[in-house]
């Protein structure tokens, strides 16, 4: 397991940029499914952008998640944000077994970071 805390998020205007980040201890990334999700009050926890698998439509071409070489970080460059984007952003991971695929659904990931707040206007 690893321990994960994000930081990054922002009150930023319509088509604006921020950049999230994910810093793992515990373990590196190199081993597991992670990603980045997202949540507003009273909807559920959706998946935004899964390493090595892909996005979800709403942010395909504005987001772009990747990490370092160490694999102890993973980044969520966010471009063009819309006032839709506002959600509290968090960085999941779970353990990958071999052969497996990475999901975008939450309940899949076991380890998750305390979230941070980004709001479009």
């Known amino acids: 397991h690893v321990q994960l805390v994000e930081s990054g998020g922002d009150s930023v205007q319509a088509g604006g940029s921020l950049r999230l980040s994910c810093v793992a201890s515990?373990?590196?990334?190199?081993?597991?499914?992670a990603g980045w999700f997202r949540q507003v009050p009273g909807k559920e926890r959706e998946g935004v952008a899964i390493?090595?698998?892909g996005y979800t439509d709403s942010v395909l071409g504005r987001f772009i998640v990747s990490q370092d070489s160490d694999r102890t970080t993973m980044y969520q460059r966010m471009n063009r944000l819309k006032p839709e984007d506002t959600a509290k952003y968090y960085c999941?991971?779970?353990?990958?077994?071999?052969?497996?695929?990475?999901?975008?659904?939450?309940?899949?990931?076991?380890?998750w970071g305390q979230g941070t707040q980004v709001t479009v206007s």
């Open positions: 999941a991971a779970v353990p990958r077994a071999p052969g497996s695929r990475c999901t975008f659904l939450a309940g899949d990931y076991k380890d």
């Open positions: 515990g373990d590196n990334l190199r081993n597991y499914c």
């Open positions: 390493m090595h698998t």
